[in-house]
């Protein structure tokens, strides 16, 4: 099933169920009706069951982080940020970040934070569907080209995050993988109602 006008051209989803019968209201083509029903029915009832089944199941343990990810989490807790549900988007992306806690802890190691020097980058501007995009380029100062390239899109569920707090990944892949890295700086939700991000991410 195409996504038509939701999604830039030559972008589409598979869809089959009761997933597509809650893209209707989005103008996509209509699924056959017992089709959509049947599947719909479907999954209330394996959700029903899965409840049942698992009353009395016990929790599955939590995955602890090793010693190294457990310092960076006490440091970012150490900054003093403040549960990110309980912000709006634009308070949301002030605070600090795992980036500002590893920071924090190689200060406090006496170890330097200057970015790696073997990685040359150069902020430039692509044209996309609403004005120009922000791309950083990170390129290999050594090995022989070409490079390969990869297209890289920050964390942040489409509302946080940015290229500057998404840095030292996009520049390590660029040297552990001898590889052109170009992190992309798509517009965020909520001022920019969806699919803007998608857009820009397919443009770039």
Request: proline residues 7%; hydrophobic residues 45%.
């Given at each position: 099933m195409s996504l038509g006008p939701?999604?830039?051209?030559?972008?589409?989803?598979?869809?089959?169920?009761?997933?597509?019968?809650?893209?209707?209201?989005?103008g996509c083509s209509k699924p056959a009706a017992n089709t959509a029903d049947t599947a719909a029915v479907a999954a209330t009832?394996?959700?029903?069951a899965m409840r049942a089944n698992n009353a009395n199941a016990p929790a599955p343990?939590?995955?602890?982080?090793?010693?190294?990810?457990?310092?960076?989490?006490?440091?970012?807790?150490a900054l003093g940020g403040k549960p990110i549900a309980t912000l709006t988007a634009p308070e949301a992306r002030k605070q600090p970040t795992p980036a500002d806690a590893v920071?924090?802890?190689?200060?406090?190691?006496?170890?330097s934070t200057?970015?790696?020097?073997?990685?040359?980058?150069?902020n430039r501007t692509i044209p996309g569907p609403g004005g120009a995009i922000p791309v950083r380029i990170y390129t290999p100062k050594t090995g022989n080209g070409p490079f390969p390239v990869v297209v890289y899109y920050h964390g942040g569920g489409w509302v946080i995050g940015s290229i500057d707090a998404y840095d030292a990944g996009a520049r390590a892949l660029s040297k552990l993988a001898n590889a052109v890295v170009v992190s992309v700086g798509y517009r965020l939700s909520p001022e920019n109602k969806f699919p803007a991000a998608h857009q820009d991410a397919f443009a770039a």
């Open positions: 939701q999604l830039p051209r030559g972008l589409a989803l598979t869809l089959t169920g009761a997933t597509a019968l809650s893209l209707t209201a989005l009832t394996d959700s029903t343990a939590m995955a602890q982080p090793d010693p190294q990810m457990q310092a960076v989490l006490d440091q970012l807790a920071k924090a802890l190689l200060t406090k190691q006496g170890k200057a970015p790696d020097a073997s990685i040359s980058t150069v």
